[in-house]
Nanobody
């Protein structure tokens, strides 16, 4: 069973950048898709970006395309999310999720394994 642990959240000023990390442990994720979701205040969880662990293929949500970069470091079993030019609309709890599947899925229900989340607040 995979355990996921996010880190890197915090307070960021508008226009700033942040890099979140998600470390996977407990099981190999070589056949997994891993993704980032976020839950803005008062809203449902939404897909941000996902990556195929095997070959690094990725998908970004349209709403954040051009401002986010998803990547992974196979050697340390860690996925990253770089967010640039942040706005208050990026304020949310950010979660990483994982599922053994061949293709990236944007639906919350398709992921069994979740981290606890890390709070990101964009404010001056």
């Amino acid at each position: 069973q995979v355990q996921l642990a996010e880190s890197g959240g915090g307070l960021v000023q508008p226009g700033g950048s942040l890099r979140l990390s998600c470390e996977a442990s407990g099981s190999s994720v070589s056949e997994y898709v891993m993704s980032w979701f976020r839950r803005p205040p008062g809203k449902d969880r939404e897909f941000v970006a996902g990556i195929r662990w095997s070959n690094g293929g990725f998908l970004h949500a349209t709403s954040v395309r051009g401002r986010v970069t998803i990547s992974r470091d196979v050697a340390v079993n860690t996925m990253y999310l770089q967010i640039d030019n942040m706005t208050p609309a990026d304020t949310a709890v950010y979660f990483c999720a994982a599922e053994p599947r061949p293709l990236i899925n944007t639906r919350v229900a398709e992921y069994r394994y979740w981290g606890q989340g890390t709070q990101v607040t964009v404010s001056s």
